[in-house]
């Protein structure tokens, strides 16, 4: 298993460029199943979680092929609808082709997930709307499948609470559903207006992606096309908050600087310097004093829980104490005890983490939880005296391009070991 290796204390200095967005990719590889034309996606991030899909999506019947960063995808016939718990126990987003199948081959049979390192995340409201669109939902053995033998039937959805696979699984059984389907308390992530703008190229007919209100007007049939996956706003923000804990002078190229605005004014209150030179790069300018600011995470546009771990590990450098609050996932705060194992004081409310700061981080071995917590540890070890060990690094590879050779190009002594 691999690990990273990183010595502390190096301020970053120089450019760093943004992946296109994993939790994009992912939809909109899922999406290609709604046709047996080519699906020709650009900018898919080289990261396991894109892998797994990736696997998945072969299984069930398309052909894939992958040059660089871009995957075309053919699904002439459906063979297989299912998404199987050894796929879906590895990545809880398999279940994105529960709507795609179920909309263009009338059954879906998948894998129920199980718990998760950062909450229950159940997917009783993906289930709960499919069922509004007329499939049938039976559960035995794990799996669950749906079946909508005559087509899916368009109707009103009001999620119970936000959520964004959510969204996405309906807006894409939605869009071959015969006649309207409404949308209500949907997801206003900038993920599900990339797919939904990818779907309109596909043929369909999707009127309020990223506000609550989503309207879908049912085709019978979508065809091929070829789309740019969005710029990756949580690997961009890790960057502003790496370059921001080491006291660095970096730039971020090829972001959306506008779908990162919870994070950059909370940072401009935390007394960090991040200038706008246009609306696709974001430059953090060094000797900032950074101080305590409370922050609670939200959907968007608030403040993105995929990005709390990386600004609990700034606020662990701040001058006082501040409050993060997790909102979305009961038990995401995975990453405060190895925090603390290298000197972070911080003490666990419930869904609340008070931190008091600053303080001196030191090298320790610690181990990664999941995807955001593993880049916390990173951010911390990047300020940390000495040397940090980080175990399980396959966490991060599931959502991160290459952090190390990205870090180590802007001045971070940090090096993958096996
Ligand atoms: N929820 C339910 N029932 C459902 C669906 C969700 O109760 O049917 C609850 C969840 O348990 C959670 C909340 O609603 O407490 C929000 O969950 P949501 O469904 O929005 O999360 P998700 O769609 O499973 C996506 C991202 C996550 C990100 C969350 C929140 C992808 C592939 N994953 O997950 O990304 O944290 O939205 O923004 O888009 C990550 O990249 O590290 C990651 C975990």
Excluded: W
């Excluded at 409370?294 to 450098?317: I, N, V």
């Amino acid at each position: 298993m691999d690990k990273f290796v990183i010595e502390g204390g190096a301020p970053l200095h120089g450019v760093i460029p943004t992946s296109g967005s994993k939790n994009s990719a992912l939809p909109a590889l899922a999406a290609a199943l709604l046709t047996e034309d080519k699906v020709v996606l650009k900018r898919v991030p080289r990261v396991r979680d894109i892998r797994t899909m990736e696997r998945l999506l072969t299984d069930i019947g398309s052909y894939i092929t992958v040059e660089g960063e871009r995957v075309t995808l053919e699904t002439p016939v459906i063979v297989s609808p299912e998404a199987p718990y050894e796929l879906v126990k590895t990545m809880r987003a398999s279940s994105l082709v529960l709507g795609p199948l179920v909309a263009r081959a009338g059954r879906a049979r998948v894998s129920l997930p199980g718990g998760c390192a950062i909450g229950a995340r159940p997917i009783n409201q993906h289930l709960s709307g499919l069922e509004l669109l007329g499939a049938k939902i039976s559960q035995e053995h794990g799996y669950v499948e749906a079946v909508a033998a005559g087509g899916l039937k368009g109707t009103r959805i009001v999620f119970d609470r936000i959520t964004v696979t959510g969204t996405e699984d309906i807006l894409m059984a939605a869009v071959l559903a015969e006649g309207e389907t409404i949308i209500e308390n949907a997801a206003r992530e900038p993920e599900v207006v990339d797919l939904s703008n990818l779907l309109i190229k596909m043929g369909a007919k999707i009127e309020g992606a990223g506000t609550s209100v989503i309207r879908i007007e049912g085709v019978a049939k979508l065809r091929g096309a070829e789309h740019e996956i969005i710029a990756d706003r949580i690997e961009a923000g890790t960057y502003v908050i790496a370059a921001a804990i080491t006291g660095g002078d970096v730039t971020i190229t090829g972001c959306v600087a506008d779908h990162l605005g919870a994070l950059t004014v909370k940072l401009a209150k935390a007394g960090v310097r991040v200038v706008q030179p246009d609306e696709t790069t974001l430059h953090v300018l060094p000797g900032s004093v950074i101080h305590a600011v409370d922050m609670s995470t939200e959907e968007y546009p608030g403040f993105a829980t995929d990005l709390q771990a990386q600004y609990m590990a700034l606020m662990t450098q701040a001058d006082g104490i501040s409050i993060v609050k997790e909102t979305i996932f009961e038990n995401r705060f995975m990453h405060a005890q190895e925090l603390m194992r290298m000197g972070a004081n911080i003490r666990l409310e419930g869904r609340e983490a008070i931190v008091a700061g600053r303080s001196r981080l030191s090298g320790a071995g610690v181990i990664a939880s999941d995807l955001r917590a593993s880049a916390s540890l990173v951010l911390a070890a990047l300020v940390a005296k000495g040397e940090t060990v980080i175990d399980r690094v396959y966490h991060i590879d599931r959502g991160y391009e290459n952090i190390e050779g990205k870090l180590a190009a802007v001045g971070a002594n940090i090096r993958r070991v096996e």
